[in-house]
């Protein structure tokens, strides 16, 4: 009924639409939609590398927000626009409409078969079965810490071997006085130039 899916490290789910739809909320009495509900959410901030993206505030909306009644609604919304997100990193040509999303939800709960139909179009797309996208990207990278990674410009476009401050392997700054000499821009200084070398301890 759901295989699994693995992409960039992360395990997803590819879901049967009939079954998230109708069958394991029937079977569990209603339980498996608020399941269901974190679930994907939570696939959305895994595949989306997104920290703000939390299930567990999106699960309340839907456990709960009928006190206030709007916030079933939002939350159908902000889980379209994530898939959405995603299909537009996965290359999925024809994407998720949040507000259809929106609409189905008042007629028998069909934007649940209208998501779960969407999310499988990404995981298809990884090489399993969708016939209109032979290929599609990685997840976005997770954020690297400043002075690790290849060294960048200010505006993003690397720079180039041997410019720039001198870098381990790693891509931790080398501190000042440590590492091979260099010239202020950061290019190395040839052998037999630059200042003479320090006298060897007496």
Known sequence: MAREVVIGGETFKRRHPLAV?????????G????VYWYKINNEARRYLRDPSIQPGTSLLAVLLGWILIVPPF????????????MQENARIPDR?????????????????????????KIWDAYGMSYPGAPYAATPPPYPVAPGYGPPQYP??????????????PGGAPVPPGYG?????????????????PP???Q
């Open 21 to 29: 739809w109708l069958l394991l909320p029937f079977i569990t009495l």
């Open 31 to 34: 339980i498996y939609f608020f």
């Open 74 to 85: 939002v939350t159908v919304f902000t889980t379209a626009g994530r898939v959405r997100r």
């Open 96 to 120: 998720i409409d949040p507000w259809i999303a929106l609409l189905l939800r008042f007629f028998f709960g069909l934007d649940i078969l209208y998501l779960q139909v969407n999310l499988n």
């Open 155 to 168: 505006g993003g476009a690397a720079v180039p071997p041997g410019y720039g401050p001198p870098q381990y």
């Open 180 to 196: 091979p000499p260099q010239y202020p821009g950061g290019a190395p200084v040839p052998p037999g130039y630059g200042p003479p």
């Open 199 to 201: 006298p060897p301890p």
